[in-house]
T-cell receptor, first 115, second 112 residues
Framework: DSGVTQTPKHLITATGQRVTLRCSPR?????VYWYQQSLDQGLQFLIQ???????AKGNILERFSAQQFPDLHSELNLSSLELGDSALYFC??????????????FGEGSRLTVL | AQSVSQHNHHVILSEAASLELGCNYS??????LFWYVQYPGQHLQLLLK??????LVKGIKGFEAEFIKSKFSFNLRKPSVQWSDTAEYFC??????????FGAGTRLFVKA
């Protein structure tokens, strides 16, 4: 158990819909990261927050948004869903950021299926 | 842009064979390097990491990796693999920015 909790574990929805994925980081970790893992594209970095502020953005679509709340949990919102958004979405956390990031601790992922 | 390349997407080995998985990165400055492993049905977890010092780092379960700065490489090795090493292996890099960038992963299957 990494200490990072993600919900839901599985989600099936239809094209055009909107979903919210939730992540609770390890106790004491201030950084939260979101990654998308699909068969053909590996592990793609989406976005990072540190203590409530956005710190880095990767290949995150405009239809996707995220935030980190004062209690440090984070939510990833995916809207106007398309078939190609079907993937495993991982959340990770770390104590620090930047070159002081150290090890990332990953949740078990949320598997999204868009039909 | 910063990138990480893993040369082999799929590797099949027999038990007791030696393993070497390649990883190259594109950033020329100071880097922190990692190998993560994802066992079937589980989350990613850290195998080993390099920040500075001895370029040969040892991780869990008998894995080691060597940082060769001149080659921008951080290859993962294990002298003798076991069936339980069947997993997907990811190389990752942090450079000057905030992002930890992962390679595409290498799926290792070890035949018993």
């Amino acid at each position: 158990d990494s200490g990072v909790t993600q919900t839901p574990k599985h989600l099936i929805t239809a094209t055009g819909q909107r979903v919210t994925l939730r992540c609770s980081p390890r106790s004491g970790d201030l950084s939260v990261y979101w990654y998308q893992q699909s068969l053909d594209q590996g592990l793609q970095f989406l976005i990072q927050y540190y203590n409530g502020e956005e710190r880095a953005k990767g290949n995150i679509l405009e239809r996707f948004s995220a935030q980190q709340f004062p209690d440090l949990h984070s939510e990833l919102n995916l809207s106007s869903l398309e078939l190609g958004d079907s993937a495993l979405y991982f959340c990770a956390s770390s104590v620090g950021q930047g070159m002081n990031t150290g090890e990332l601790f990953f949740g078990e992922g949320s598997r999204l299926t868009v039909l | 842009a910063q990138s990480v390349s893993q040369h082999n997407h799929h590797v099949i080995l027999s038990e007791a064979a030696s393993l070497e998985l390649g990883c190259n990165y594109s950033y020329g400055g100071t880097v922190n390097l990692f190998w993560y492993v994802q066992y079937p049905g589980q989350h990613l977890q850290l195998l080993l990491k390099y920040f500075s010092g001895d370029p040969l780092v040892k991780g869990i379960k008998g894995f080691e990796a060597e940082f060769i700065k001149s080659k921008f490489s951080f290859n993962l090795r294990k002298p003798s693999v076991q069936w339980s090493d069947t997993a997907e292996y990811f190389c990752a890099v942090i450079s000057g920015g905030f992002k930890t960038i992962f390679g595409a992963g290498t799926r290792l299957f070890v035949k018993a």
